[in-house]
Every structure is written in C-alpha cells, then in structure tokens.
C-alpha cells in the first residue's frame, strides 16, 4: 500500500476525532441548563428523521412504493419485534405491491 494512502487515513482519522473530542473534553465539567439538555436530547432523532423521510418519498416513481413500505416498517417496528423481521415485513410487502399494482 502507498504511503501517502495511509497518511491519509491518518489525517483523515485525526480530523474527524478532533471535533467531536474538543466539545466533549470543553463541556465536560460544564452542567448545561435542562432546556438545553432538553434540546440535544432531540438531536438525534431529528437527524434521523431528516436523513429518511425524503428517501421514503424519493426511492420510486411511485411514491406508494415509499409510503407502503416506510409505514409496514414503522408498524412492524412499534411491535417490538427484531430488525431483520422489520425489514423482511417491508420487503414482503413491496413485494406484494409491486406483484399486484405495478
């Protein structure tokens, strides 16, 4: 392997790991006040749902094919049951929509 390659994955490394190490170690002692905790607390859901609801409605022409599957998989989901099972119920039930209507 080149040496410039792993340099760059050295630089790259360091580069990722310093911005989310500076607010760690600066915040660390800090007690922020509870609306803010409140606030970051939500961060990661908001990102979650901004990164898949508009694949949901962008993953077809069709935009059923998003809305039957992202709903079978919410159902499926709020169950409880296994991830694998999540993802097969969606994958059946595509499977049907395309058999039956596309």
């Known amino acids: 392997?080149?040496?410039?390659?792993i340099w760059m994955i050295i630089g790259m490394g360091i580069v990722t790991y310093i911005p989310r190490m500076?607010?760690?170690?600066?915040?660390s002692g800090i007690k922020l006040p509870s609306f803010l905790q409140g606030v970051l607390k939500n961060v990661?859901?908001?990102?979650?749902?901004?990164?898949?609801?508009?694949?949901?409605?962008t993953i077809n022409e069709d935009v059923w094919f998003g809305i039957i599957g992202a709903t079978v998989a919410f159902a499926v989901a709020y169950l409880g049951v296994n991830v694998i099972i999540v993802v097969l119920s969606a994958i059946v039930?595509?499977?049907a929509y395309s058999f039956l209507f596309v």
């Open 93 to 95: 039930a595509l499977s």
């Open 22 to 27: 500076l607010p760690f170690v600066a915040l």
């Open 44 to 57: 990661p859901y908001a990102t979650l749902g901004a990164l898949i609801i508009p694949g949901i409605f």
């Open 1 to 5: 392997m080149n040496s410039n390659i």
